[in-house]
């Protein structure tokens, strides 16, 4: 029996590969699946699970693409409705594969659907729980995304989620080892730890939702405390992995068509697409194709990707380093941005040979900042709220990035003003937004809060969350 995590730090998430005398069982797939068909064939085993824990909202699932090209059976636990094949588990029931048994642990609260899957030995001995949304290492899934599709409130859903945590997860042995769903920097929680891997006595003892002495209203009060909107596509990817998608070959063809300058520069004038420039913030500064949006690969792409671009149905143009042609279509299609026409042939370097107009970010040192603070400059600071409260820059603003599309009219048009994240990746973000809206009055801080919290600007160690921005 072999049990792989296949860790995608992009998106946080955690796909399962287990493997038993010959048969094997993949757990919440990503949406390219050729790395677990590969897996299979090297270990000459036939996959014959597809186990969903429940309707992701963060990523598009490759289960339908998969379940085609393998004749594997996917499953859901009770109810899941969809339009394609799937077997709707009950409550309690076993899959055999090799020596190993699954049983289906239905535990709403994150959504209706959303269950465990408990890994068993051929003696019937729990081995491992795989744990999808429902517990987290450090946390639990939030439960205010399924309120609309089951007619209840984020209080409702967060009581059902006790109920799960405490009936069916709280209830085995402490040696029972927890492989979730997602780690930390995923929407789909709060505050999840780094680790991706735990047992249920660990979780016991440091999980602040399975606290022993915990009541309903204190797990609902706590749980459902600071939540965030989810990002704008969650509902869109809920969709595609209830009613199917493209097939991911398809969406790969089509995204991968070079234009050579000329032809990319008529593609973006005769459509509505977005330019989409996926290089590293430091370098896109330096120049780059007017209009463009720096959302850069070597960060967390794809839920940026999301939260920022609102249309997932709109038409993509890529500008990337040479080389990273396919792996930018593939992220894009990872959350359901399928609709990528092509990229710029030989990058922008070839964009900037022929002479075409560029732009360019106005970027400076912490220490640049820490002399232009004495000026009393305009500051705004585009991390999330609770990293703004825990500390800030004396009299900065908060305007955090995943707003920044509601909130653009915060913005000054009329004064200079500077922005900055916490190392630079997001405040890139920012100024190519703001770049494309046609704000030019800004500078932006290389290093972001990091670098300048080395220097002696000022800084405030403390603010009260309520009163930052919640919606």
Not at 64 to 79: F, H, Q, R, S
Not at 146 to 157: D, G, P, R
Not at 325 to 340: M, P, S
Not at 365 to 377: G, R
């Amino acid at each position: 029996m072999k049990i792989e995590q296949i860790y995608t730090g992009c998106l946080a998430q955690g796909a399962y590969y287990i493997t038993s005398n010959g048969e094997a069982v993949i757990i919440d797939p990503l949406r390219e699946i050729e790395p677990y068909i590969e897996r299979a064939k090297n270990d000459n085993v036939k996959i014959k699970y597809i186990l969903e824990t429940h309707f992701h909202a963060d990523f598009v699932s490759g289960h339908v693409d998969l379940a085609k090209a393998t004749g594997a059976t996917i499953v859901y636990g009770p109810n899941a409705q969809t339009t394609y094949a799937s077997h709707i588990a009950e409550d309690g029931e076993i899959l055999s594969f090799g020596n190993m048994k699954i049983k289906v642990l239905h535990t709403p609260g994150h959504t209706m659907e959303s269950s465990c899957f408990l890994l068993q030995d051929e003696k019937g001995v729990d081995q491992a729980l795989f744990s999808g949304d429902t517990l987290f290492i450090g946390d639990v899934g939030r439960p205010d995304l399924a309120q609309k599709s089951a007619s209840m409130t984020q209080e409702q859903l967060a009581a059902t989620l006790y109920h799960s945590l405490r009936n069916k997860v709280m209830t085995l042995t402490d040696e029972v080892v927890v492989y979730p769903a997602h780690g930390a920097g995923s929407s789909c929680g709060k505050n999840m730890s780094k680790e991706t891997v735990s047992t249920i006595g660990e979780q016991k003892k440091l999980n602040y939702a399975l606290r022993a002495d915990m009541t309903e209203s204190e797990f609902v009060k706590e749980v459902t405390d600071g939540l965030l909107p989810p990002p704008g596509y969650f509902g869109m990817n809920v969709m595609m992995n209830k009613s199917g998608y493209e097939n991911i070959d398809v969406v790969m063809k089509r995204g991968m068509q070079a234009f050579d300058p000329e032809a990319f520069e008529a593609a973006a004038n005769e459509t509505d697409s977005i330019l989409l420039d996926t290089r590293n913030a430091q370098v896109f500064s330096k120049g780059f194709v007017p209009n463009s949006i720096n959302i850069g690969l070597d960060g967390q792409f794809a839920p940026w990707v999301g939260a920022l671009l609102p249309n997932i149905k709109q038409e993509i143009l890529i500008i990337c380093e040479v080389g990273h042609e396919k792996e930018t279509v593939k992220r894009l299609a990872r959350v359901g941005y399928d609709n990528v026409i092509g990229y710029l042939n030989g990058g922008f370097d070839a964009w900037k040979s022929t002479g075409k107009e560029i732009d360019t970010v106005t970027r400076i040192s912490a220490e640049e900042f820490a002399l232009k603070f004495n000026d009393k400059p305009k500051i705004i600071d585009v991390r999330k709220p609770g990293e703004f409260a825990a500390e800030h820059v004396d009299g900065a603003d908060s305007i955090p990035l995943d707003f920044i599309n509601e909130d653009m009219a915060q913005f000054p048009k009329d004064k200079a003003f500077i922005i900055h994240c916490a190392g630079g990746y997001r405040s890139m973000i920012a100024a190519s937004i703001l770049k494309s809206r046609g704000y030019d009055n800004f500078i932006e801080v290389a290093g972001g809060f990091s670098a300048i919290a080395k220097t002696n600007v000022p800084k405030t160690d403390y603010v009260c969350p309520s009163t930052l921005r919640k919606a």
